[in-house]
């Protein structure tokens, strides 16, 4: 399976924020579309970070609230794992609890065109695991 078979059930929406936005406009954007996280994008479909809720109580917790009137670049994660659509799942939640990440960012020559999350990878597992039950099931039953 690859993260294209992914994609096609999930789709490819992605919410990004720039750089200069403040951690505050971040979280109201976490709010907003119910996500964990957020690519980090200058424009052009650049990504140049994500950031994530846990960064921002991390970071609440160590400088204070004060974080919330600063930049996002602040607090991002600037060196960002990234995946191509013809990767295979496999390999991708691997490195998912490898690196213990839970956004991975889907890319195509370079350009943002996907995000994908953990959930989104045990969900479409669940999937194919219920579809091969389903399939022994009826083959134990003829």
């Known amino acids: ?11 490819t929406d992605v919410v990004t924020v720039t750089p200069e936005a403040t951690v505050g ?3 109201a954007l976490l709010a907003e579309h119910r996500i964990g996280a957020v690519v980090v994008s200058a424009g052009e479909g650049s990504v140049d970070g ?3 809720e846990r960064d921002v ?12 009137d ?5 607090i991002m994660t ?7 659509e013809h990767d295979d799942i496999s390999d991708l939640e691997s490195e998912m609890t490898e690196r213990r990440i839970r956004h991975v960012p889907v890319v195509r020559e370079g350009q943002l065109v996907a995000i994908v999350s953990i959930g989104d990878v045990v969900k479409h ?7 091969e039950r389903d399939q022994l099931e009826a083959y134990i039953t003829q």
């Open 70 to 74: 600063g930049p996002v670049s602040a």
């Open 25 to 27: 406009e971040l979280l």
């Open 50 to 52: 994500i950031v994530s």
């Open 78 to 84: 600037s060196e960002v794992h990234t995946c191509g």
């Open 1 to 11: 399976m690859k993260i294209s078979d992914v994609l096609r059930t999930k789709g």
């Open 125 to 131: 597992r669940i999937r194919d695991l219920a579809a």
């Open 57 to 68: 109580v991390r970071r609440i917790h160590s400088d204070g609230i004060a974080v919330l």
